[in-house]
């Protein structure tokens, strides 16, 4: 059975650097496709991007310049950062397998945006 | 961005009571859609891919069905259960894009 779980900071301050490791546990991130999808306060959801079972990667544009995903395959873990981070970044944020369907997701890490 | 519009927002339908909640897109998403439940505190779970295909270990009283721009989803007798959030989400054109979601209660 795949597990995901995230984890990382649960404050950021404004204009820094959001981290977040999802470690996956059952299933190798070298097969199929890992992504990161976020849902705002009031529900809104976003696809933030994926990477895939060889390392390559596709971003949502709104987020083209801020984000970056990235794995170690030796840890089974894949990671986002996303950069100058706004209070609009407030939200729950999950891991989840798959490309465009995802099958299975982590519980979800709730981040704060504030000063 | 496709833009997909779900309805309605909030349901409430007593025990045994079949319900449908609609997701239409913006343009033809080719039955490249799934739905989701999500229930307080926990992840998502996926309950319907490709429009009508029930997902492994999901109650058969769960369908989807749908074509082109319109879905939906229905339950077919409201089970206390069943209670929680559902969202639909197209993966035909990156960035995929979810709905707005429905909150089914029951009565």
């Known amino acids: 059975e795949v597990q995901l779980q995230e984890s990382g900071p649960g404050l950021v301050k404004p204009s820094q650097s959001l981290s977040l490791t999802c470690s996956v546990t059952?299933?190798?991130?070298?097969?199929?496709?890992w992504g990161w999808i976020r849902k705002f306060p009031g529900n809104k959801m976003e696809w933030m991007g994926y990477i895939s079972y060889s390392g390559s990667t596709s971003y949502n544009p709104s987020l083209k310049s801020r984000i970056s995903i990235t794995r170690d395959t030796s840890k089974n873990q894949f990671f986002l950062q996303l950069n100058s981070v706004t209070t609009e970044d407030t939200a729950t944020y999950y891991c989840a397998r798959g490309r465009s369907i995802a099958a299975e997701w982590g519980q979800g890490t709730l981040v704060t945006v504030s000063s | 961005d496709i833009q997909m519009t779900q309805s309605p927002a909030s349901l409430s339908a007593s025990l045994g009571e079949t319900i449908s909640i609609e997701c239409r897109a913006s343009e033809d998403i080719y039955s490249n859609l799934a739905w989701y439940q999500q229930k307080s505190g926990k992840s998502p779970q996926l309950l319907i891919y490709a429009a009508n295909r029930l997902q492994d270990g999901v109650p058969s009283r769960f369908s989807g069905s749908g074509s082109g721009t319109q879905y939906s989803l229905k339950i077919s007798g409201m089970q206390p259960e069943d209670e929680g959030d559902y969202f639909c989400l197209q993966g035909s054109k990156f960035p995929w894009t979810f709905g707005g979601g429905t909150k089914l209660e029951l009565k």
């Open positions: 059952g299933y190798s991130i070298t097969s199929n496709y």
